[in-house]
């Protein structure tokens, strides 16, 4: 990709900063690969890196590079397609590129301060200098309100150059979403002394920025992938969007009410949390199969042989649309079902659900539209799949729902153990966490972490020399 880019067959300067913005985000992505691979044997060996860079900076790093390699790769995404909906180069492109490094940069800081400072004593500059101290939000408060800046100027740029350019369905699904994607975000920039109340706002960021804003942002980018590989009709693609739309900040807000029983709510919302999440990734799949159904029909039609013009993005779509449905949708039913989840609630089958959630939902979607970033660059009207592509999408697929399955059977072993038998205490913890099927699983997750990393190489690997390849093909 950085070779790639260097050819550069764009007409559009947006697309130049799509691509910077992946960049970024597949060196962030390394980062938070390599971070679990540290807490993942932490997990086994407790001594290891004691004292000099521990489980709890790991863990940190790990998870909050996933959210910001995320949305680097969400933005790129979005400035790579928007002059291609909108047929006119993106409005305020020198302040985007400005609010890019003004990003990168205080992403770079943050980071070194998780790692050589850490932590800070209680007061309020701890809280605006080193750590705000929560779970997954654990950003400076300086770094929380920067976010919000480039955000904002991030809309402005999408907003002003919709209003201007040509109005698709697609564009015009992603600018409403956009404003609700900066919005949510403000919930986590505030405290109450009240601990159930803060938990409510913070569940807000964590939970709804991800089951509402990021699942449309998500349906938008397929929607787009699908036009431009395969030539997806419009008006199938935009209808699923504002069924998407209606069913995710429906269901997103009252399927947020899993949580709620465990920060001292009313046991009701138990039952509505539980039904409302079950349904969130059902329109993605939807649109998905109903694509793929006209698409097969019109080549079968035609007696043509079925027209894809990147191959690799659409591999990635695929697991996409699947990966969507079986992390987020039926891993996490059966772990936020009512009468589960007070077993299952903090134990490793969150962790289960995370993992395959996080990337069959989004990273293989951000994938896929890195794979069409460089397709433009290198003006390549089609791209095949190589061998490092295949096994890329292979090693990273196997080793990621190997680590599903592996922290699954942990999770099992606490329910029956910890919860089931011996009560919740915290005698139970280290007890459930000590006997062999706890450990073994998690041997198992570190060698499933180590096959996804490798993944993860031939992943870059090929993204800096696929595009010469396509280039000389075509």
């Known amino acids: 990709m950085l070779t790639s880019i260097k050819n550069n067959n764009f007409k559009y300067e947006s697309q130049k900063l799509g691509m910077m913005y992946f960049r970024v985000a597949i060196v962030l992505f390394g980062a938070q690969l390599l971070m679990g691979l540290i807490a993942a044997i932490q997990f086994l060996v407790p001594g290891f890196l004691f004292e000099v860079f521990d489980f709890s900076v790991a863990r940190m790093v790990h998870i909050n590079a996933l959210v910001v390699w995320m949305l680097f790769a969400m933005i790129g995404s979005v400035y790579y397609m928007l002059p291609d909906e909108t047929g006119i180069e993106t409005v305020g492109i ?75 369905g697609i564009m015009t699904v992603m600018v409403a979403n956009l404003l609700a994607l900066a919005g949510l975000y403000l ?93 969130e990734p059902v329109p993605l799949v939807a649109m998905f199969v109903h694509v793929l159904y006209d698409w097969g029909k019109e080549q079968g039609e035609s007696g043509s042989k079925p027209a894809i013009t990147n191959t690799p993005a659409m591999a990635w779509i695929v697991t996409n649309a699947f990966g969507n449905f079986l992390g987020a949708g039926i891993w996490g039913f059966f772990h936020t079902l009512p009468q589960v989840n007070i077993y299952t609630h903090g134990t490793q089958f969150t962790a289960a659900h995370g993992h395959l959630a996080f990337f069959g939902a989004y990273a293989t979607i951000l994938i896929g539209m890195m794979y069409l970033g460089i397709q433009g660059s290198v003006g390549a009207k089609r791209m095949k799949a190589t061998f490092k592509s295949k096994m890329a999408i292979f090693l990273i697929t196997f080793g990621v729902l190997g680590m599903t399955v592996a922290l699954t059977i942990a999770g099992y072993e606490q329910v029956l153990i910890e919860r089931a038998e011996l009560g919740g205490g915290w005698d139970a913890f280290f007890t459930a966490q000590n006997l062999p099927w706890y450990v073994q699983a998690q041997v198992w997750r570190t060698i499933m972490g180590v096959v996804t990393f490798i993944g993860f190489v031939y992943l870059v690997w090929d993204l800096l020399t696929i595009g010469k390849q396509a280039q000389a093909e075509n």
């Open 187 to 279: 919930a986590g920039m505030f405290f109450t002394d009240n601990i159930s109340i803060d938990q409510y706002w913070w569940w807000w960021v964590i939970h709804l920025w991800v089951e509402a804003t990021w699942e449309v942002f998500v349906g938008t980018l397929a929607a787009y992938a699908l036009v431009k590989i395969i030539g997806a009709k419009r008006e199938i693609v935009e209808m699923w969007l504002w069924i998407e739309v209606l069913m995710l900040f429906g269901s997103g807000i009252l399927g947020l009410g899993h949580h709620y029983f465990w920060i001292g709510t009313p046991e009701y919302w138990w039952e509505i949390g539980a039904l409302f999440s079950s349904l």
């Open 94 to 168: 020198k302040l985007g590129k400005l609010a890019f490094w003004v990003l990168t940069a205080a992403i770079v800081v943050v980071v070194l301060v998780y790692i050589f400072i850490q932590i800070g004593p209680g007061k309020e500059s701890t809280i605006w200098l080193i750590n705000e101290g929560r779970e997954y939000l654990e950003a400076p408060r300086w770094a929380d309100i920067g976010i919000v800046v480039v955000i904002l100027i991030f809309y402005y740029n999408v907003f002003f150059t919709f209003i201007k350019g040509r109005k698709t």
